[in-house]
């Protein structure tokens, strides 16, 4: 198998694929020898028709997900999971207006979310495992500024409250919701969707 995919359209790379290729296999020397590590050089920045790039699998030893990510303006489709990030989401990843597709998940990470809604072009959104306590008050606002959203994955990410009032929801592209392992209360759990 490939390790690394390049694609260049007209002499320009728009798409990076270093996605590890063992990944079912990580727990074993196979994984973790072909897992790459370290930090992400800010030269990545010199691709900048860059529409697609996929990390995910890697090992990254628990580095800060890195905030230049979020001059990649061009980036439609962004896998950063089971790489092992760590810290903060950097708030200017909401620069990425044209993103289709985020996962972020399988990271240690934490984020309010507050950057998000910048992302309304967004069809896949998984956060799964990432901390959003900080954001349990007001997630379900937030993700409902998401017009395009197709499918949300917040699986295991220390939500506990579902807002009991809305204005609107405005999931009406919606088609897959995993909001599972989080502690929501039986009481909050009573969600009327409207929709036009």
């Known amino acids: 198998m490939e390790r690394y995919r390049l694609q260049q359209t007209g002499g320009r790379v728009d798409s990076l694929n270093l996605s590890n290729p063992y990944r ?3 727990d074993s020397d196979d994984g973790t020898l072909h897992a790459l590590g370290g930090e992400i050089n800010p030269s990545l920045l010199v691709l900048k028709d860059l529409m697609y790039l996929d990390l995910s699998m890697n090992n990254f030893g628990g580095v800060q997900l890195p905030s230049f990510m979020g001059s990649l303006e061009k980036m439609t489709y962004l896998n950063l999971s089971g790489a092992s990030f760590g810290g903060v989401i950097p708030p200017n990843l909401g620069n990425l207006s044209r993103l289709l597709y985020l996962d972020l998940s399988n990271n240690a ?5 507050r950057w998000l809604p910048s992302l309304s072009s967004l069809k896949f959104l998984n956060l799964g495992g990432a901390q959003l306590i900080k954001a349990t ?3 379900l606002p937030i993700v409902n500024m998401l017009p395009s959203l197709v499918e949300l994955h917040l699986p295991g ?3 506990s409250i579902l ?3 809305l204005p609107r929801i405005n999931f009406t592209s919606l088609s ?3 909001l599972s392992t989080n502690g929501f209360q039986l009481h909050t759990i009573s969600l009327v969707v409207q929709s036009d």
């Open 24 to 26: 079912d296999d990580l």
């Open 157 to 159: 990410c220390e939500l």
């Open 176 to 178: 897959v919701l995993d």
């Open 109 to 113: 990470i934490e984020s309010d979310l």
């Open 137 to 139: 008050a007001y997630w």
């Open 163 to 165: 807002p009991l009032t």
